[in-house]
């Protein structure tokens, strides 16, 4: 038997102010005015039958089964395109309707296989539903004769899902999905009359388009045309768990359908918050991780990292973590372990690792990965704004009329809120995006930048003054606002730092390689824009001054007025799926879950009669410094919960120095990461889908992750570190994650009001959430300021340390890509390997030219510390003298027997962000020249327009 649907009413919701009111089979309906006759039909409880419409998508009106009769109209309308009249009569089911309908579905069956019983969607078919809706019994035309069935031939070509075209009712639901939903326009109905076909492309396979494997397609498909192979293999799911995709800052909410306990289907949520029924190729398909035959499932200890792993219970290598602190603790002091919490785990199991370092440690020496990401945003909206978030929920930008994307790829990194973002701009709005690379948007299907500020990279302090300053010079300053919701003095000054002629576009020009009349134009456009929105990724926050570029992006919003309204805002793009939510949790070593700081003597007087600790006034260590102090010896122990700092953390050789002075390294993980390596105790993590809890999106949208299946290992990552705790001698009582979210709330001011009972009601809740806000907080900061009066900070441009020289003259950058997922621990554990299954390197065609490269060739690169061989993508995207290296930031290669790749992340010093400590990844001086051959690593001397390659094995 298959699940029940959610229900479809056919066509999307109105939400207009005005009311209609009409009768429908003699009931009264009143809807809000726009609504169609379909929607107003089934709202009212009277179902129409359809087949081309969805209420996800416009109405189209080809398959003619949703016809009705109108008082005083001619015919029968179609009631998915017919919008409702005040005072219209409809009637739904008559005589003449069920045999119009009955002549419809007969000449669909006619023209279709009749393989029921055998075909993986049975009883999950909307085609089979509709027979038997309008009393099909027989097909009076027959089979024979030409037909799209006998000679049709199954595109196998994706790995996730089947096309079979033989199927296929040409409702274009698939076309219309790809193109309202997605934005890709991979899809298309090739021929015409009984000749038309779903085409990918100009007649290829899916896999050979531009098809992005997003599923919205397989979503839309109202027979088995579209069908995902695992239903195929496993059938028909039995029940379904609503959770949280654990990808990317997005959260999109999903139904896990499930057989036993064996996920069959990941179908996204219609009503989840975030998505609204809508996926990427990552959160919808590469799930298979979870169950990779790579987990590891039982606990390991030895003695040191040359020893093999000797497989133990739990008790044995929780005893053996927690007597090793001890030991350290004892012999180098309070201060020598500390902890790392995750960004892909939950609030709460965040919330209890922070916890336990504060309190059965002793100390504060707790930190996360955004350190290495996200934190100059925290310190950087902090200091402007009042508080470390962003403004706005997603939805926002479908009411800004210009929208700025620095330093982030949303189509690749945040492919979702990408689709909604190309949605937009379909409609009108206007978009700048500032970036050193050419990323989709700039110019993509019905999609094109109006400004692409094409910068190079270590220059966004300079372009954001410039922007600055061609606002304030030239008259277009939101003056009444400033002076409303901004402190004077503060603006008075900035007001005067960003007229000088050294931030002018005019000086930025020379530095960041942007035409000055381009800065300006683009300026003008954001500045009397109605709503302008700012998004803004890694490409601003992994930079030396990426605190600084986060203030003056604040700086932009606030001058133009566009803070504290639906579509404006200032809106970081959150790497992980829950590093706000770690970053909230208290995990930076100086602040207490809230963003408090632990030398405020309330604050942690609160914490310490809760957990009945005296808590250190002194902030800990930062991620750096616990590298430094391990290299001095004063660090020796480390808890690092799913986290490779290994592999994720810059300068590589630095980080696995470090990690060889540590005396017990417990790694709690899926897999025997990078990190592992270096590791004395291995406690199995647990995947999204064997947990309870709770993630928080880059929105601030707090959703529930819900248990779909034990956990391999025996234990959540929860209650692993309450074992660990308990070990420590400082046990921890709680029987359920909720019961760990009801502490977090009564301790944190903006989740006062925040408890699993509201979230079950709502679905998910946008902190902050308390007396002052019961039903959560889409949009922050409306009529007045977190922190009061906005205040503007001063932004000087200070070049980068990590400059091109005779030496190294081409700049490495880093960034995303659609298929892969950060580190891609989970994702090359995937099918999605078939879309991307090595790392490149994207180069110039004159840069390539220049070294002889040419597409596909290996290519040796150098940096002052470490060298790679990649194969070379030749193309415009990037400038000139930037090469770029996807993904970020290293990966295993797929194909070369998963060599580690050591590319320019092993600088022996790494410059960090004045703000926050913040170490800087994605950009780096390098040589790069022909190699020939992956095996053999090029050492590159280059002077001038002469260069020789000397090759080593």
């Avoid at 700092?645 to 005396?663: F, L």
Wanted: aromatic letters at 6%; charged letters at 20%; glycine letters at 10%.
């Amino acid at each position: 038997m298959s699940l029940p649907r959610e229900p479809d009413y056919g066509t999307p919701a109105c939400d207009s102010a005005q009311s209609v009111s009409l009768l429908i089979d003699g009931q009264p309906v009143c809807v809000p005015a726009g609504t169609s006759v379909m929607r107003a039909a089934g709202q009212s409880g009277c179902a129409i039958p359809k087949l081309c419409a969805t209420d996800s998508l416009e109405p189209f009106g080809s398959c003619r089964l949703c016809l009705v009769e109108i008082d005083g109209r001619k015919g029968y309308p179609a009631s998915c395109t017919t919008p409702v009249e005040p005072g219209m009569v409809v009637r739904t089911q008559t005589p003449k309707l069920a045999e119009l309908r009955r002549n419809v579905m007969e000449l669909y069956i006619s023209d279709h296989p009749l393989d029921c019983l055998t075909c993986p969607t049975n009883g999950n078919c909307e085609l089979q539903d509709m027979a038997g809706v309008v009393g099909l019994r027989e097909v009076r035309y027959g089979f024979k004769g030409e037909n799209h069935f006998e000679c049709s031939q199954k595109d196998e070509s994706n790995p996730y899902f089947s096309y079979d075209p033989a199927k296929c009712i040409v409702c274009n639901r698939c076309v219309r999905a790809c193109e309202e939903t997605q934005g890709t326009f991979a899809l298309t109905l090739s021929g015409r009359g009984f000749d038309s076909r779903v085409s990918p492309g100009q007649s290829e396979s899916f896999m050979d388009s531009e098809c992005v494997s997003c599923g919205a397609c397989v979503n839309a498909c109202p027979t088995a045309t579209l069908t995902e192979k695992s239903v195929i293999q496993l059938g028909q799911a039995e029940r379904s768990v609503t959770t949280t995709c654990a990808y990317c800052g997005v959260g999109c909410s999903f139904k896990a359908e499930v057989k036993g306990n064996q996920v069959v289907r990941m179908v996204p949520a219609k009503d989840g918050g975030a998505n609204a029924g809508h996926a990427c190729v990552k959160g919808r398909f590469a799930w298979g991780y979870a169950t990779h035959a790579d987990r590891i499932t039982t606990p390991m200890i030895r003695p040191s990292i040359d020893a093999p792993w000797q497989k133990v219970s739990w008790d044995e290598a929780l005893a053996y973590a927690a007597g090793e602190f001890k030991r350290i603790q004892a012999k180098y002091g309070r201060s020598a372990v500390g902890g790392i919490t995750s960004s892909r785990c939950t609030n709460e199991e965040t919330y209890l690792v922070q916890k336990l370092v504060r309190a059965a440690f002793g100390n504060n020496n707790v930190d996360t990965c955004a350190r290495v990401c996200h934190s100059p945003t925290g310190y950087g909206l902090k200091q402007t704004l009042g508080e470390s978030a962003g403004t706005q929920d997603f939805a926002s930008v479908l009411q800004a009329d210009v929208v700025v994307v620095m330093g982030a790829n949303p189509t690749d990194g945040h492919p979702v809120f990408g689709s909604l973002l190309k949605k937009r701009i379909r409609q009108g709005a206007k978009l700048i995006v500032i970036d050193p690379r050419a990323i989709d948007l700039v110019r993509s299907p019905h999609v094109a930048a109006a400004h692409h500020l094409k910068l190079l990279p270590g220059t966004n302090v300079a372009m954001v003054n410039a922007l600055a300053h061609t606002i304030v010079t030239e008259g277009l300053v939101a003056e009444a606002y400033v002076a409303e919701r901004c402190e004077g003095p503060a603006f008075a000054a900035w007001r005067e730092f960003v007229s000088r002629p050294e931030n002018s576009p005019e000086a930025a020009e020379a530095i960041t390689g942007v035409p000055a009349a381009e800065i300006r134009a683009a300026a003008r456009l954001y500045a009397s824009a109605g709503n302008g929105a700012i998004y803004y990724g890694l490409g601003v926050t992994e930079h030396s001054q990426g605190s600084t570029t986060v203030m003056g992006i604040a700086n932009l919003a606030m001058v133009t007025g566009n803070v504290g309204r639906p579509g404006v805002g200032v809106n970081p793009l959150r790497g992980q799926n829950n590093v706000q939510g770690s970053c909230d949790m208290g995990s930076f070593p100086h602040e207490l879950p809230g963003y408090r700081h632990v030398s405020d003597a309330t604050t942690r007087a609160l914490f310490e009669s809760a957990w009945n600790v005296s808590i250190d006034p002194e902030p800990g260590l930062r991620i750096p410094n616990m590298f430094e102090a391990a290299l001095d010896g004063s660090f020796k122990g480390i808890y690092i919960q799913g986290e490779d700092i290994v592999q994720s953390d810059p300068n590589t050789q630095h980080v696995e120095a470090a990690m060889a002075q540590m005396e017990c390294v417990v790694v709690q993980d899926l897999f025997l990461n990078e990190t592992a390596k270096w590791a004395h105790v291995f406690l199995p993590g647990s995947s999204f889908l064997e947990k309870d809890g709770t993630f928080t999106n880059a929105e601030r949208r707090i959703s529930r992750v819900r248990k779909v299946m034990p956990p391999l290992a025996g234990k959540a990552d929860w209650e692993a570190t309450l074992a660990l705790a308990d070990a420590l001698g400082y046990p921890m009582h709680y029987s359920h994650p909720s019961e760990i979210m009801d502490e977090i709330a009564r301790l944190t001011p903006s989740f006062h009001g925040v408890n699993y009972d509201l979230l079950e009601k709502k679905g998910s809740i946008q902190w902050p959430c308390n007396e002052a806000a019961p039903e959560g907080t889409p949009t922050m900061h409306v009529g007045g300021f977190i922190r009061g009066k906005g205040r503007f900070m001063l932004t000087p441009y200070v070049p980068t340390t990590e400059k091109v020289t005779r030496r190294f003259p081409l700049i490495l950058t880093t960034g995303r890509i659609l298929s892969q997922y950060n580190v891609g621990a989970q994702t090359r554990r995937t099918a999605n390997v078939a879309w991307h299954d090595e790392d490149r390197l994207e180069i110039h065609p004159v840069d390539a030219e220049d070294r002889g490269i040419k597409e596909g060739d290996w290519v040796g690169i150098a940096s002052r510390a470490g060298e790679t061989v990649l194969r070379a993508t030749v193309t415009e995207r990037v400038q000139p003298g930037v090469g770029h290296h996807l993904p970020f930031p290293r990966v295993r290669r797929q194909r070369d027997h998963h060599r580690q790749l050591r590319l320019g992340h092993q600088l022996p010093r790494v410059q960090g962000d004045g703000g926050t400590g913040h170490p800087v990844c994605p950009t780096l001086g390098v040589a790069a020249a022909l190699c020939p051959a992956p095996g053999a690593a090029a050492r590159l001397v280059e002077t001038g327009h002469h260069r020789r390659r000397l090759t080593s094995p």
